[in-house]
């Protein structure tokens, strides 16, 4: 028998959900079948898996250890150590990069070369990085980890350095996963584009990826199965390095698709400096594209729901990296 005790970080979603986190291998209907039998119960009585938890419940499942287990995806052989141990190194690398924290929100400069999230379960994330940093702080518990993880919503490529955004308590995920679905973060970035881009422009186009090469074409003409991308482009000055000329630009997002800025600067002729899979050269102040996350405006309180009203009306700022200042020289000034 297993008895969770719901919390902060596991309330507001249905029992269904939080019983598919913490045995992840097993499957709904087999779920929804304990929950018909009363093998898994909510607060001592039947339930349908449809109800809403709230902090304080208590769920209880009987079956075996071993069961509880087997669906949860833990070697037995390895039983009280399923769950990782703090990484000291990482929480304290960590807390350098924090640009904002609250209660519920987080917001990171990521450097370049740094995963957003694991692509393999052998990578180390910015995620790893937080959970250990929650972990360290005394704001996350190991066995919180059963049905919780804090998790970003403002994902960069490895090679894009800048803010990004992440949920330390449920509530505050949510919302900033509601906030990014009707686009009110503003978010915004600087890059350096080869060749002169000399006006502002505001490009829309069709966004459509290959999954197999990992790139993404963007076209004017839509095409089945595109979404439309909106990219707004300011110029800020113009620079020569080694005989080439280069665009220092403000990019602001009225949509969020991977690979947005890199396959509409290299649609219009002007791929990022340092995006050798973008038709862009490279650089050797840099592996990869020069491009940076600079900014993210939250709105003000009477748009925000509860668990953002501390970060209302915020204006989050991250300056360039070193490697992409010294590209970039005096055009910043």
Known sequence: MKEIRVGENEAGQRL???????????PDPFLYRMLRKKNIVLNGRKASGKEQTVSGDVITI????????????????C???????IEDHRAQAFRKRIVYEDRNIIVIDKPAGMLSQRGTADDTSLVDYLTDYMLAEGELEQKDLETFKPGIVSRLDRNTSGLVAAGKTLPGLQALNELVRRHQMIKRYTAVAEGSLEASVRLEGYWSKD???NTVRITEQKRSGAAKVITNLQP???????GSEYSLIRVELETGKGHQIRAHLASIGHPLAGDVKYEG?????????LLHASELVFPSAEQLPAALKEAAAARIQAELPEDMASFVGNALH
């Open 16 to 26: 269904i959900r939080l019983l598919s986190k913490y045995m992840r291998e097993a």
């Open 62 to 77: 009987y079956m075996s250890d071993e069961t509880i287990a087997k669906f949860r995806g833990v070697d037995m052989s």
């Open 79 to 85: 039983h009280g150590m399923e769950l990782p141990e």
């Open 211 to 213: 999954e197999q090469s």
């Open 236 to 242: 800020v000055s113009f620079f020569s390095r080694f």
């Open 281 to 289: 050269h490279a650089v050797k102040e840099r592996r990869g594209q």
